[in-house]
């Protein structure tokens, strides 16, 4: 039983900085490391993607819209996922979602309530 809880959203001009902060209860570190982690986004009116993806040993992977701005990061100690966003543009504008997904039991999946990003003049 993994929680998940996302901070750091907010309203940003275009060019602007926001890191994103998932940290995640109910797991000690030691089980936490089993799980991928990721950040996925859904626009109004549109899909959910993924934006960010982080496994247990720290292999990376992002969406091509995000690579060269986006860095996702892991602390395996202080059971936390962040996603540090730079350049943001209108079209980051989105619900970001931390998910959880364990890497021996893909049926162990969590998702958090997600944080707003708001990208405008």
Do not use: H
């Not at 986004?41 to 701005?69: C, F, M, N």
């Not at 996702?72 to 962040?82: F, G, H, Y």
């Not at 619900?95 to 990208?119: D, F, K, L, S």
């Amino acid at each position: 039983q993994v929680r998940l809880v996302e901070s750091g959203g907010g309203l940003v001009q275009p060019g602007g900085s926001l890191r994103l902060s998932c940290a995640a209860s109910g797991a000690s570190g030691s089980i936490f490391s089993i799980y991928v982690m990721g950040w996925y986004r859904q626009a109004s009116g549109k899909q959910r993607e993924l934006v960010a993806i982080i496994g247990p040993t720290g292999s990376v992977s992002y969406a091509d819209s995000v690579k060269g701005r986006f860095t996702i990061s892991r602390d395996n100690v202080k059971s936390t996922v962040a996603l540090q966003m730079n350049g943001l543009k209108p079209e980051d504008t989105a619900m970001y979602y931390c998910n959880a997904r364990n890497a021996r039991n893909a049926g162990r999946n969590y998702w958090g309530q997600g944080t707003q990003v708001t990208v405008s003049s």
